[in-house]
């Protein structure tokens, strides 16, 4: 190891283990596996990451419903086999609201009661998003729909660096509001790397009258080119590509991240894992949670 990389990994241990962060709570998402190895991949994460006892985790549903199946599979083993709370994500695409409804019908008659309500990329081979004619066309509406359904604990999705089709930051933090209003629970913010730009968006989301918590998504970065890929469709800024140090710096860089955002009162975190388990162990090793008996 070079020695910039052993002074930040040391400076970054004794900045995180001389406190005491106090009471932390987490939860991580997951994208369900179209092979048989990603999916030896995803419960290995699974396995790895259950002792933290997360307050639930989230699993993902791709472009215009093309994982439903999958997601749905994902969710109902997770409940099934592992002492997790699991959280599936639904979206407006590609489907009509009774479909969506139905959906929902099916979770609930399982036992799930989370879900994370998305308006949605577009549809594959579309350029822009265009909701479905008899669908709810964003995710206030999807919200609201949900809750005829059923007393869904339901997340939001909010954007600190501004999504990329709202014509100005006020007109997202005011349709910020409307989700909320329709519903949701709670807030989880796409991925940044400022804890600034995440502190900044929170105070003026509590301006803008959102009241639910705002819970900061966390990125370990393992794949650069990967989470490049992703931040083009969420309007991410993302640090410059230096791809011989970014595996090195990576848990510095999210711990201190992290440590940032705790002594700035944020005490709640919902971590991207890319079914990747270890970086994200790590960090929560760093920020003070233990594995917990599990019961199962």
Not at 82 to 97: I, N
Not at 101 to 130: C, F, K, M, N, Q
Request: charged residues 20%; negative net charge.
């Amino acid at each position: 190891m070079s020695s910039v990389a052993a002074t930040i990994d040391q400076a970054t241990a004794f900045s995180l283990l001389d406190w005491d962060p106090g009471p932390l709570s987490v939860s991580f998402e997951f994208f369900p596996p179209n092979s048989a190895k990603m999916e030896e991949t995803l419960w290995g994460a699974i396995k790895r990451l259950e002792p933290l006892a997360p307050d639930f985790v989230s699993v993902t549903y791709g472009a215009g419903g093309s994982t439903r199946e999958r997601t749905h599979n994902t969710v109902a083993r997770i409940l099934r086999e592992t002492s997790l709370t699991p959280a599936a994500h639904l979206t407006c695409v590609g489907a009509s609201s009774g479909e969506i409804d139905d959906i929902a019908r099916r979770y609930w008659d399982e036992g799930v009661r989370h879900i994370v309500a998305l308006r949605g990329d577009p549809a594959d081979g579309a350029s822009h998003y265009t909701p479905h004619e008899d669908g709810y066309a964003y995710a206030a509406d999807l919200v609201a729909g949900l809750k005829k359904v059923g007393d869904f604990d339901i997340s939001v999705a909010g954007y600190p660096d501004v999504h990329p089709a709202a014509p100005s930051a006020q007109f997202d933090l005011d349709y910020l509001r409307k989700k909320v209003d329709a519903g949701a629970s709670r807030v989880i913010t796409q991925y940044f790397f400022d804890p600034a730009t995440f502190l900044r968006f929170r105070d003026k989301a509590r301006a803008a009258g959102v009241k639910t918590p705002i819970v900061p998504g966390i990125m370990p970065v393992t794949n650069f080119a990967q989470v490049r890929r992703f931040s083009a469709g969420c309007g991410a800024v993302v640090l410059d590509d230096d791809p011989a140090t970014t595996r090195m710096v990576a848990g510095a860089i999210v711990a201190e991240q992290c440590r940032q955002l705790i002594a700035a009162g944020v005490h709640e975190f919902h971590f991207y894992t890319l079914n990747r388990a270890e970086l994200t162990a790590g960090i929560c090793h760093l920020l003070g949670l233990r594995a917990k008996e599990t019961g199962r």
